[in-house]
Structures are given as C-alpha cells and as structure tokens.
C-alpha cells in the first residue's frame, strides 16, 4: 500500500510567486494534516482536514496560505504570494479515523521550499 | 497551550556508546507522547510512543518511558549504531485537539562508526 506522498519534494520560487503543494494521503484516510518546519526549529502545525473539512486551522501564518481537500481525498496547500519567511520544509500527515486515541499519523517525505 | 523541549544538538556518539535525549513537556490535558525519527532523505516514522503515565515506548533497541511527576519522555539507547544517526523529534498530541501533534526542535544525532 502505498503511504502519504508530496509533490514536489523540492520547489525553489521568487518572492511574490505562487506556490501549489500537493499531499496524497493512505487511501482512507480521514484525517489529513499540514506541517511546517522553518530554519531548522520546531516542526509547527499548520492545519487539520476531516475527509473535506477543515477542523483546524489555528497553524495558519496569515491569508497568504490556502489549503483544500477536494472530495476529502488529496490535498494542497498554496501559498501566494510567497515570502522569504515561508522557506521551509513542508510535511503532510495522514491518520485513520478521529476520537481515536492516539491513532497514529503517517508522514510524507516533505515538500523542501525555498524562495529566493 | 502545548510545548515541548528536547535538548538542542547535534549530539555526535561513538557506536556502541550509550544515547540519552531529554524531553520534557507542558500540556494542558493528559496529552499521549511520541518520538519521531527523520533518516537522511526520508520524511518522518514513527519510533515509539507512550500513551499514559508509567508506560513504556520500546522499538528498535530504544526506549521512553512516560513520566507524569516529572513531564518528560526521555529517550534512551543502550548501544547505539552508525544507523540510528537522523535526527529525533519529540512530539506529544491530545485526542480533545484532534490529534494534532506539537512537536520539539528536533535532535540531530552524529554516529560515529
């Protein structure tokens, strides 16, 4: 079975570009999350899908990222326009279920951005 | 709200030495605990986790144990291997927050052979 995969795994833009990243969860997967991590800190979460909704989106920066899950199945997030602060290392994670305890979170290999 | 703080690396070992990363964390309900570990050009997997106080977390020779009066979920090796150099993340998650994960800064462990 296949895992959790990102496209791109690197992506290099310019300031004020848009930027489109793409996460394929497990099949049957309902939850779906983003994460990012910057210069090398903490791993911080972004946001949090249920099938198609968005259950959390608290990890947002501002209204420069968007994310959607269309029919509950892949997902992406854009960023326009993008900043220098937004280079980073973008994960996705899926997981079974919700209310679950503890089920576990599968991990993408990231999405590597840096803008110039 | 949620934190957690591991010890800042890299940490450079000698194989066969002995590998110990401090955790420790603050969370406002009773939050389950987690160690992730990232290999060179590979996402993250999880290595073990800790669903309540007193529990211990084993895979692959390492180990936590989830300690509540202390808040910290160390992770420890015995003899560690030029493969286990990656770097650690701790992270802890609460089903009440959907399961989100709040992650350390990471631990970037050296083997050296």
């Known amino acids: 079975e296949a895992g959790v995969t990102q496209f791109p795994s690197h992506s290099v833009i310019e300031k004020g570009q848009t930027v489109t990243l793409r996460c394929d969860p497990i099949?049957?997967?309902?939850?779906l999350y983003w994460y990012r991590r910057v210069m090398g800190k903490e791993i911080k979460f972004l946001l949090h899908?249920?099938?198609?909704?968005?259950?959390?989106e608290s990890g947002m920066p501002n209204n420069r990222f968007l994310a959607e899950r269309t029919g509950g199945t892949y997902s992406t997030l854009k960023v326009q326009p993008a900043e220098l602060e937004d280079s980073g290392v973008y994960f996705c994670?899926?997981?079974?279920?919700?209310?679950?305890?503890?089920?576990?979170?599968?991990f993408g290999q990231g999405t590597r951005l840096t803008v110039v | 709200g949620n934190s957690v703080t591991q010890m800042e690396g890299p940490v450079t070992l000698s194989e066969e030495a002995f590998l110990t990363i401090n955790c420790t964390y603050t969370?406002?309900?009773?939050?389950?605990l987690f160690w992730y570990v990232q290999y060179p050009g590979e996402g993250l997997q999880l290595l073990l986790k800790?669903?309540?106080?007193?529990d211990k977390g084993s895979n692959k020779g390492f180990e936590a144990t989830y300690r509540k009066e202390t808040t910290s979920f160390h992770l420890e090796k015995g003899s560690v291997q030029v493969s286990d150099s990656a770097v650690y993340f701790c992270?802890?998650?609460?089903?009440?927050?959907?399961?989100?994960?709040?992650f350390g800064g990471g631990t970037r462990v050296l083997v050296k052979p």
């Open positions: 994670a899926s997981s079974q279920g919700l209310g679950q305890l503890n089920t576990e979170a599968f």
């Open positions: 099949s049957g997967h309902d939850n």
């Open positions: 899908f249920v099938k198609e909704s968005k259950q959390d």
């Open positions: 969370a406002t309900g009773y939050p389950s």
């Open positions: 800790a669903t309540k106080a007193d």
């Open positions: 992270a802890l998650s609460e089903t009440a927050a959907g399961n989100k994960l709040t």
